[in-house]
């Protein structure tokens, strides 16, 4: 027993001399760290001490790869995807995944993103003559929809089933992965596994394995062995898409390097991601539009002239619409996602005035970074004309963060732009929207989040 005590009182002496203890060249340590915790809970809850200078943060999300353990949270629940991936292994599958995004493979995407924009706006013409309604549902579906047809290859019929189980079993998730990051006490995985929160999360954690793996199965038994082998994601027969499931099956089977687990996490990432993100955004996007009615116009003006008189989106078309994306960026960029991200320093980083010593943890500010001094005295408003022209755009290109930055940035952020654009493009077609996004108080979750419930009038065009 006495044994017990000496060692606890002797490994608290060390962890606090650990902490206390100033190397040369250190930063000032920010108020309010705990021994051993640090101040993670201090940046998480009031996203306080960021790094947002341009220069410090390219250096580090350039060098270092590995994510902090506040990351392992999504791999208890989602499973070890492109996000939580360690350095080395997300160099690998990067690569390996990378042709399932690239443009040729994202033009045959269209067909489908132009099917359930269509949707979409049927299910808000519905609703448009109610008087302000909440479109947050007829969002979330369009982009839940969208890339689980391009993803998993779900024909309509059985899309159901994924909205109603998979998708909320994943948003769940996701809500209980945000407040352990946000509770410091129960980041230790002794005290969090006797939670009920742990016990509620495998609950969720056995029906997305249960829906994803059947998926998965019969994705398998439809593919023959010389299908899959014969996989090239730069060609489509008669411009069909080929989900990003055959290419996963496509690398197990032939390269095998991917397990039935392995496809699952990415499938469970790149769902999660979309979900809980794009959909963010164009909620946001449209919202903005709402509240901007000049800037509303002139992006009706333009899609007008693209449009003309097809239904849909052509990959030709995405080009054209200019000003569309300068609105979709400057949504980004004011209305961040999410406004940070972190990194796990694995060598000492040499600063002009501080070293970054070898197994800290740094957060990155996004939201800093969008609002730095190189965007000028108007960094702080919407001004989407800000992209018409490069030459008044700030030189350094870490200040724009939107998909994360460094080598270690978003794989779908040309996926993401196309949903954005041919979602907004047929909502503005049909509507005018009347909102006030300046209205709404944000919370923070694993992204930012409005706190009361975002609504907007939906007008028909004549």
């Known amino acids: 027993m006495y044994v017990l005590v000496l060692a606890v009182i002797i490994g608290v002496v060390i962890s606090l001399w650990y902490w206390t203890r100033n190397y040369p060249r250190s930063p000032p340590i920010y108020p309010g760290g705990l021994p051993i915790i640090g101040h993670p809970y201090i940046v998480m809850k009031h996203r306080k001490g960021n790094l947002n200078d341009p220069e410090v943060v390219g250096n580090i999300a350039n060098t270092c790869l590995d994510k902090p353990y506040l990351y392992n949270f999504l791999i208890d629940s989602i499973g070890n995807g492109l996000v939580t991936l360690n ?158 499931l055959d290419l996963l099956l496509h690398l197990s089977n032939e390269q095998n390097v991917l397990t039935d687990d392995d496809i699952r996490a990415h499938l469970n990432t790149f769902v999660a991601a979309s979900y809980d993100t794009t959909s963010g955004v164009l909620h946001n996007a449209l919202m903005v539009l709402g509240s901007y009615p000049d800037v509303q116009e ?56 501080y070293t970054l010593r070898a197994g800290s943890i740094c957060v990155l500010s996004i939201y800093g970074l969008h609002r730095h001094p190189s965007w000028g005295p108007d960094a702080k408003e919407f001004k989407p004309e800000r992209w018409l022209n490069p030459d008044t755009l700030p030189t350094n290109p870490n200040v724009y963060a939107a998909f994360s930055f460094g080598k270690r940035n978003c794989i779908g952020k040309q996926y993401a732009m196309m949903s954005l654009k041919t979602s907004i ?20 979750e694993i992204v930012l989040k409005p706190t009361t419930t975002p609504l907007v009038n939906l007008t028909l065009r004549t």
């Not at 994306?325 to 002009?352: G, H, N, S």
Request: glycine share 2%; net charge positive; aromatic share 8%.
């Open 298 to 353: 002139r992006v009706y003006e333009e899609v007008q002239d693209v449009f003309q008189n097809n239904e849909e989106l052509t990959k030709y078309d995405m080009s054209k619409l200019v000003y569309l994306e300068a609105v979709i960026k400057e949504v980004l960029r004011v209305y961040v996602a999410a406004p940070m991200v972190a990194r796990k320093v694995d060598t000492d980083i040499v600063l002009p005035k």
């Open 87 to 244: 350095g080395p292994t997300w160099r690998i599958h990067n690569k390996l995944l990378s042709p399932s995004f690239n443009q040729q493979v994202l033009n045959t995407f269209l067909p489908e993103m132009n099917g359930e924009a269509r949707n979409m706006v049927a299910q808000m013409t519905a609703v448009a003559r109610n008087g302000p309604v909440d479109i947050k549902e007829f969002i979330t579906q369009y982009i839940l929809r969208s890339v689980c047809r391009t993803s998993l290859g779900l024909e309509s019929k059985h899309q159901d089933t994924i909205d109603n189980g998979y998708a909320k079993a994943l948003e769940e998730i996701l809500r209980i992965v945000g407040y352990r990051a946000l509770n410091v006490h129960i980041h230790p995985s002794c005290i969090y596994n006797w939670t009920s929160i742990r016990r509620r999360e495998l609950e969720l954690v056995k029906i997305v394995k249960n829906m994803i793996n059947p998926i998965i199965q019969k994705r398998k038994s439809q593919l023959k062995p010389t299908k899959i082998d014969n996989y090239d994601s730069s060609t489509t027969v008669s411009g069909k898409f080929k989900p990003t």
């Open 425 to 444: 493009a047929h909502v503005v077609r049909k509507f005018r929207i009347t909102a006030d996004i300046n209205i709404l108080k944000w919370r923070y």
